[in-house]
Nanobody, 129 residues
Framework: QMKIVESGGGLVESGGSLRLSCAASGFNVKLYDIGWYRQVQGGHEGEGIACTSSTDGSTYYSDAVKGRFTISRDNTKNMVYLQMNNLKPEDTAVYYC?????????????????????WGMGTLVTVSS
């Protein structure tokens, strides 16, 4: 049974750092494009902020996080990470990890990652000013 569990969220001061983890079970992350999303509590739409490709190792970042966040994967541990530096109050959100469940889909783009359909429960990040 496929499962995704995010962890690593918490309360941090503006300018601080956090590393989020995405633990996958029941499937091999090596085969899938994996993305990180965030949703402001009470907000209507989530935002795709980063993804990592299973085909060529390429990555995508939204303009809001480019240069501050880094996505990485450790296929040996079946994990995907999101290193978040220079955090800002506007980064406060619930962060989710997701995949499209298609082998080597090549879907790690800002547009296509919004179609990923298998999600974890999320981890809350709060950045104080």
């Amino acid at each position: 049974q496929m499962k995704i569990v995010e962890s690593g969220g918490g309360l941090v001061e503006s300018g601080g750092s956090l590393r989020l983890s995405c633990a996958a079970s029941g499937f091999n992350v090596k085969l899938y494009d994996i993305g990180w999303y965030r949703q402001v509590q009470g907000g209507h739409e989530g935002e795709g902020i980063a993804c990592t490709s299973s085909t060529d190792g390429s990555t995508y970042y939204s303009d809001a996080v480019k240069g501050r966040f880094t996505i990485s994967r450790d296929n040996t541990k079946n994990m995907v990470y999101l290193q978040m530096n220079n955090l800002k109050p506007e980064d406060t959100a619930v962060y989710y990890c997701a995949t499209d469940r298609v082998w080597y889909s090549g879907s790690c783009t800002g547009k296509e990652m919004m179609n990923y359909d298998f999600w974890g429960m999320g981890t809350l990040v709060t950045v104080s000013s």
